[in-house]
């Protein structure tokens, strides 16, 4: 029998009971359209509260779905990093839930790894026809701050829905950071990448995941690992208010040895004060910041903790 090349797909899920059984039908008839490719469906339950974890069991009939179910809910980063730990395939594909990245598009992403020998084949979007137009908006100006301020290139729009070699999926599993920012982790590996426009579609059942307060959360995060640009702009305005505090010195000597000197100028003084320890207090935030994710990787916890995971699945944890 020839020996066929395997894809595993990661699907991590949180709270996606509606959007399973959709995506699993579609997986299934994608998979069946690509007969000459063997599948591994590895879902992981990140946590879900609702029936996501019975859900995946019921497709366990099907001897390619295997999953993992965690602890609790440690995000959608650590769901991506164990499902790339624990995927088998030589190709490894990740894939959100709610089918907003069409997965008949796998077709032609093997396709251009195997004609064109990428190591990678990624997807970006231009519209994100989910999203309000402020979360629009805020995107936009994210992927602009988050290019300009980090040396790892950013592309701007870009999808998790990523088909990758082997040997891109265990440089990334090679960086083992707590502080995991996907779409940067996998620019910074590198490797030769095709990227993708597509249409992103509406979220096929159930409702984002990500808050407004946790997308800013998570972009804190990724300007802290992938930028120490914020550090530098604290760094050049110190300097800037050095400079000014020391010709505002010369100003106040050569005006008291000309003119004498009334003392006044105390709201003014008051005023300074006050506004450079507000700038103080802002950078040390800003150091705090920084400090407290090295604290975060000296600690050495684990990025996920197992509960439960499929018979067929070996391996790691547990
Ligand atoms: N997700 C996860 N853990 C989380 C949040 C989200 O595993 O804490 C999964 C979710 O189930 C989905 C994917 O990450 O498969 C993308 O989430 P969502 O569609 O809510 O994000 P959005 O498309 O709004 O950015
Ligand atoms: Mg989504």
């Known amino acids: 029998m020839k020996n066929l090349d395997k894809i595993s797909i990661v699907i991590p899920c949180y709270n996606e ?42 497709f366990s009939s099907d001897k390619r779905v295997k999953f993992l179910s965690f602890s609790r809910n440690f995000g959608k980063e650590a769901a991506m990093y164990a499902g790339l730990e624990h995927a088998t395939g030589e ?20 396709q251009i790894i195997k004609d064109e020998d990428y190591d990678c084949v990624a997807l970006y979007t231009k519209n994100h026809k989910d999203y309000s ?3 629009r908006f805020f995107t936009k100006c994210w992927y602009t701050l988050i290019g300009k301020i980090s040396s790892t290139k950013q592309v701007a729009g870009a999808r998790d829905f990523r088909l990758m070699k082997r040997k891109m999926v265990n440089a990334i599993l090679n960086m083992k950071e707590y502080n995991r920012y ?14 993708l426009n597509v249409e992103t579609d509406k979220r096929v059942k159930g409702k984002s995941k990500f808050s ?32 000014i505090a020391f010709i505002v010195i010369v100003i106040i000597i050569c005006k008291t040895l000309i003119y004498g000197d009334p003392v006044n100028g105390w709201p003014s003084l008051a005023c300074i ?18 400090l407290s994710k090295i604290y975060l990787e000296v600690k050495n916890r684990p990025i996920y903790i197992i ?6 699945l070996k391996g790691k944890n547990l």
Do not use: H
């Not at 008839?29 to 974890?53: A, H, I, R």
């Not at 996907?182 to 990227?195: A, E, L, M, P, Q």
């Not at 946790?214 to 208010?241: C, D, N, Q, R, W």
């Open 182 to 195: 996907f779409k940067g982790i996998s620019n910074f590996v590198g490797f030769n990448t095709k990227w």
């Open 212 to 243: 407004y307060f946790k997308l800013f959360k998570y972009a804190m995060e990724a300007i802290l690992a992938f930028s120490t640009t914020p550090l530098v702009i604290a760094a050049l305005i110190g300097l800037i208010f050095c400079l």
């Open 307 to 312: 509960t439960e995971k499929s018979d067929n």
């Open 17 to 58: 009971e509606d959007a399973l059984p959709v995506l699993y039908k579609e997986l299934d008839k994608v998979s069946k359209d690509m007969n000459y490719v063997d599948f591994e469906f590895l879902f992981v339950n990140d946590g879900s509260t609702d029936k996501t974890l019975s859900i995946i069991k019921d």
């Open 273 to 290: 004060i006050v506004f450079t320890s507000g700038v103080q207090l802002f950078f040390f935030g800003i150091m705090g910041m920084y």
């Open 133 to 135: 137009l402020m979360r």
């Open 91 to 110: 190709l490894v594909a990740i894939i959100d839930a709610d089918m907003q990245d069409p997965p008949e598009m796998l077709k032609k992403m093997y």
